[in-house]
């Protein structure tokens, strides 16, 4: 027979159960991001407006949200690191590219027909040189190259590349120089702003105190990256 706790004890084990309860709530990380009516990405822990969605979940809110960043295969790093350096661009851009466009899958497949790890579209593909899209290497040195590219004509506003890597430079221009309101650009650009965020953070812990990680920093409007050095 099952025998109740001493009634003493009752009131502690309420508390103690609301404790829990109110930790796992808390502890739940949600970022929420938007666009904003100037074309800003904002970022939030909290949600402080209607239109933000939640761009990176940690899973236990039960949501069909993205999950935080991933980890890529180990192999992926050294291609990461040389993209970057041969793009002047940051690993944490690439490294959050990746983890939206594709979640490190190398054999992915849009309905559009993008492949492999940064998803290159056949006539991107076709025109930086790539012979096999599924090769990790050439899929990481195209994306970078085709994000460096579209970085220099949108003059480093990290956003609006970002928005026209997905889907495409004349669409922003026909915007007027801003993100488009394409329902999955909208959602797009503040996931991988949310994901570069997460790599940056994760490059300055490993990195420590005398480190040297390529950054992201806002300036002049816009992100401007720069690779390690």
Do not use: W
Not at 30 to 44: K, R
Not at 64 to 76: G, H, I, S, T
Not at 120 to 128: F, G, I
């Amino acid at each position: 027979m099952n025998r109740l706790p001493p009634r003493p004890l009752l009131p502690a084990l309420r508390m103690l159960c609301c404790a829990s309860a109110f930790a796992a709530s808390c502890c739940a990380a949600q970022i929420y991001g938007n666009v904003g009516i100037d074309g800003s990405v904002m970022l939030s822990n909290f949600r402080t407006e209607p239109t933000q969605v939640i761009v990176v979940d940690d899973g236990r809110s039960g949501l069909n949200a993205a999950p935080r960043l991933q980890m890529p295969d180990p192999r992926y790093s050294a291609m990461i690191r040389q993209a970057a350096r041969d793009t002047d661009l940051s690993p944490g851009l690439l490294h959050a590219v990746i983890s939206v466009e594709s979640g490190f899958n190398e054999r992915a497949v849009s309905p559009k027909g993008a492949k492999g790890l940064m998803q290159l579209m056949p006539a991107t593909a076709l025109a930086l040189g790539v012979s096999d899209p599924f090769d990790p290497a050439q899929n990481i040195r195209a994306g970078a190259t085709h994000l460096k590219s579209l970085l220099t004509r949108f003059d480093d506003n990290l956003e609006l590349a970002l928005a026209a890597y997905n889907a495409g430079a004349d669409a922003v221009v026909k915007s007027g120089g801003q993100i488009p309101k394409y329902a999955e650009t909208r959602a797009y650009v503040p996931r991988v702003m949310a994901r570069l965020r997460d790599a940056e953070r994760g490059a300055e812990d490993a990195a420590g105190p005398k480190g040297s990680a390529g950054t992201c920093t806002s300036a002049d409007g816009g992100r401007r990256c720069t690779s390690p050095r």
